[in-house]
């Protein structure tokens, strides 16, 4: 499973991420460019709250045109995320169970509003779905604070800890309690935190 976490760029591991069975991805981080630390393969992309950029497409479509998609729609009640999804029939786009979704939130989050990351998701649904599960660039909040926020922003000087501040993201996400929820897992064995 490999997040967007600047951490990823400490270390070449690339070629041990596409050595994998399996390559869960979260969002739409580019790989063709940080293929030596993120790795080239991917056999899933797991993607929250698609935007739809017009009618019956999302704009995600466009990017991985061929791709297999997890669909992370957050909200308890039918939206555009499922009107989109439905309505253009994607056979190889599936929506994550909300059932599921409903679990995992129960496992990362402390507050009444607040929603799981989407890494986080995809880590939980590589578990359900794979014997083993290497977890990489996912930040547990333990990086140092001149990582950058994600591998393909370093440039723009964002840091880890500004990712965790972003102004609003903070009302939705519990940052701390997906972090917990990560080193837990990789404490017990359930996953291997690479990175």
Same mark, same amino acid.
């Given at each position: 499973?490999?997040?967007?976490?600047?951490?990823?760029?400490?270390?070449?591991?690339?070629?041990?991420?596409?050595?994998?069975?399996?390559?869960?991805?979260?969002?739409?981080?580019?790989?063709?460019?940080?293929?030596?630390?993120?790795?080239?393969?991917?056999?899933?992309?797991?993607?929250?709250?698609?935007? %739809?950029?017009?009618?019956? #497409?999302? &704009?995600?479509?466009?990017? !991985?045109?061929? /791709?297999? *998609?997890?669909?992370?729609? +957050?909200?308890?009640?039918?939206?555009?995320?499922?009107?989109?999804?439905? %309505?253009?029939?994607?056979? #190889?786009? &599936?929506?994550?169970?909300? !059932?599921?979704? /409903?679990? *995992?939130?129960?496992?990362? +989050?402390?507050?009444?509003?607040?929603?799981?990351?989407?890494?986080?998701? %995809?880590?939980?649904?590589?578990?359900?779905?794979?014997?083993?599960?290497?977890?990489?660039?996912?930040?547990?909040?333990?990086?140092?604070?001149?990582?950058?926020?994600?591998?393909?922003?370093?440039?723009?000087?964002?840091?880890?800890?500004?990712?965790?501040?972003?102004?609003?993201?903070?009302?939705?996400?519990?940052?701390?309690?997906?972090?917990?929820?990560?080193?837990?897992?990789?404490?017990?064995?359930?996953?291997?935190?690479?990175?």
């Amino acid at each position: 499973m490999v997040g967007s976490s600047g951490t990823l760029l400490h270390k070449s591991l690339g070629a041990e991420i596409d050595a994998h069975a399996a390559v869960f991805r979260v969002n739409s981080a580019p790989v063709t460019r940080y293929a030596k630390y993120a790795g080239a393969r991917t056999t899933v992309r797991v993607i929250a709250s698609p935007h %739809a950029a017009s009618g019956t #497409r999302f &704009h995600e479509e466009a990017c !991985f045109p061929n /791709a297999t *998609v997890y669909v992370v729609c +957050d909200r308890p009640f039918v939206y555009s995320c499922h009107n989109v999804l439905y %309505a253009s029939r994607k056979p #190889r786009w &599936h929506q994550i169970n909300p !059932f599921f979704y /409903a679990a *995992v939130r129960r496992h990362t +989050d402390k507050r009444v509003r607040a929603i799981p990351l989407t890494g986080v998701v %995809a880590v939980a649904a590589a578990v359900r779905q794979c014997g083993t599960v290497d977890v990489y660039g996912l930040s547990t909040m333990h990086s140092p604070r001149t990582t950058c926020s994600y591998y393909w922003e370093c440039r723009r000087g964002k840091s880890d800890a500004w990712y965790h501040a972003r102004p609003g993201d903070a009302a939705f996400h519990d940052f701390r309690g997906n972090a917990h929820t990560l080193l837990r897992w990789n404490a017990s064995g359930v996953i291997r935190i690479r990175t």
